[in-house]
């Protein structure tokens, strides 16, 4: 399966109160890591992919993290992240985001790629993942 | 159990660039309702129950949410939010936000209650819910 | 000139470590403001305006802000908003954030109408405004 | 006068519907750039420096941008930081934020070193610039 790690730090911009993230921040750094593992498995970028394969994008449908350390500003953290499965037209991932070499923050996502349904632009269709995508996120 | 609801309208600063809102953006409205839901509980503001109790936060250790049904800009939402649990140190919190009565996402939490520790002010440690708390939670 | 005032709270989410709102998000808040001020000039949700004036936005092209008072997570504030100048395809927009009557924050703001160009959809083209539109947020 | 320049991509969550950056976060970005060129001018993190000094941090009390050209997720940027202007307890502070070379969007900030009040931790205090970091910064 396809994995993609990334190293980025924590900035004071990410942090509450506490002096520690904002945990939906988190879940922003793991979209971003998401992307960059589209994007290598696909070999374009998300704005060109997206018009490609006429996707709309590809929405999380469900996600589970855990929060075992927590991180602050200025910590430099890497996040690991693999496809764990791919369906027809859905992907769940995993991400595993260390500092120190430790693990601080375990996320697991399915996202689901999506048009516009043509019978009804306000709502979004299921499309399948092009077989030579598929290939690659699971090679 | 402690029931909380309010309403809220999605923005377009909430929204990515397929229309729709960027996930992250529902564990920060989230995370307001668990604000609300305490200082109801606490008969407190967040800022003055965290300095009564001497608390730092009460940052979630773990989440878990299902996005059924997409949002978007100008869509009026409300979030009901519950206690599902609570122990020694910790809570369980549940979140239904609905449009339109339609169960859009649904989210569950995990907080622990924590302090400096006086023996290494870099570190958080878990602190027992005040009984008076505790009671008002479960009540 | 067009005015609209609305209450809202900061929140935990909206502050940094220092415990203060982090500045950008007031202007996430500006924004909401502006949007509720052209959906009561215009008698249409954002959403709804957009599409039967073929608009993709109205961006901002130049901002100024003062920053008198810190606010906190807890603070009630007010956001006065009022039209200070209307172009044939811009508006200049101004925010004043109160916190128990006193200043907190100015906010000063250029926008800009748009469409895609039919020409090439990549670029942004400038839009004139619609005069009944314009009539009402110069009235 | 001390510069700083960081390169950086424009991510899918920093845009909005239209699918250009939402505004705001430009000033989140900025406001990194101004965390690295204090921590160059200083030679320690943020989260050392502001511990180092008693400082609770560097708040912004005015700023200005000019907004020339969008971006759009997936466009690589620059931006260049500069130190404009020194006082005794205030710096200002200017961003150029590029994309393939060209001016996209430019930042103006002034800033105040502050500690809390000791009369009234409540408060903010504005404090000197230490003269050691006064000297790199316009050095």
Known sequence: MLTNTRNLRIEWGDCDPAGIVFFPRYFAMFDTSTTYLMERAIGMSKFDYLKAYNFLGHPIVETHARFRVPTRFGDEVAIETAVAACGRSSIKIEHRLTK????????????????????????????????????????
């Open 100 to 139: 120190a070499g430790v693990l601080a923050v375990e996320g697991f996502e399915t996202r689901v790629f999506v048009a516009r349904d043509p019978a009804d632009p306000e709502r979004l269709k299921s499309q399948p993942i092009p077989p030579e995508v598929l290939a690659r996120l699971v090679a």
